[in-house]
């Protein structure tokens, strides 16, 4: 398991991290993807989160975070809903000067279901507000990564990141969230935001719920995206989702058994 686990990322609330798993995490040498919560946010200090950012580079581990996103809407049509959500994201974006991580996953949130025939107007929003978090990234190496959820085709990730054009925004392929949700082909996910491909998110469900299964105990194709993956040669971050810490041994069992990495 340490050999997988080596080459990936695993997530973890920092409420978490910081109350009970940093003395595992340092021990086993596991590369941390921190998530924050709004809640997160307001109850811990900076100098809880600069502690924090210290250990972990001190043990010489890769890190790398995740936003905010629970009810917000970063291209909201609604300016002060936007407003909103762009400054609760930067809170998580301006941790990036105390850990340093490699890339901050974050949320787009489009849904068909809610943007009824306003994708130009939720494009137009989402660079005003992209645009603004990634300037605050200035001196710093870091990626934001946005993630698929809802999204059932690639066409409102293709639109924004070629209005966006920026290298410091890139997307996150979350293969949970893809399973459930998308009503396209896994090839033309890839074949439009391969330029942009800078994360994954590994968990797997039956395709009905966001179950956060262990990679192969679903229906994802795991082989198939690892193998187009080696054909275009990207090498993203890439994050084991694990919800639960006794499935962290079967994903690091079944991701060495498919030969994956």
């Keep these: 398991m340490e050999a997988i686990l080596k080459k990936v990322q695993v997530h973890i609330p920092f409420t978490m991290l910081r109350e009970g798993y940093l003395d595992l995490f340092l021990k086993r040498r596991i590369n941390p993807e921190i998530s924050f919560s709004a809640e997160t946010l307001a109850r811990h200090t900076t100098a809880e989160f600069a502690e924090m950012g210290t250990k972990l580079a001190a043990a010489g581990l890769t890190v790398t975070l995740h936003g905010p996103f629970m009810d917000l809407r970063p291209g909201a049509i609604d300016p002060e809903i936007r407003r909103v959500s762009r400054d609760r994201i930067a ?30 107007q939720w494009v137009a929003n989402s660079v005003e507000t992209w645009s603004y978090l990634a300037g ?103 994050t084991v989702e694990s919800h639960r810490e006794e499935d962290l041994p079967r994903f690091a069992a079944n991701i060495e058994a498919m030969a994956l990495l």
């Design 91 to 120: 809170q998580a974006v301006t941790l990036s000067s105390l850990f340093h991580p490699k890339t901050i996953v974050c949320h787009p949130s489009f849904d068909h279901r809610y943007y009824v025939s306003t994708l130009d």
């Design 136 to 238: 605050l990234l200035d001196g710093e190496e870091t990626i934001i990564c946005l993630e698929n959820v809802y999204e059932r085709d690639p066409e409102p990730f293709r639109r924004l990141f070629a209005a966006l054009a920026s290298p410091r925004i890139g997307f996150c392929l979350d293969t949970g969230h893809f399973n459930c949700f998308s009503q396209t082909p896994l090839e033309e996910w890839l074949e439009a935001l391969h330029p942009y491909l800078r994360q994954i998110h590994l968990h797997d469900n039956l395709g009905q719920a966001d179950q956060h299964l262990p990679v192969g105990d679903g229906t994802f194709p795991f082989r198939r995206l690892f193998a187009l993956l080696r054909e275009s040669s990207i090498a993203p971050v890439l």
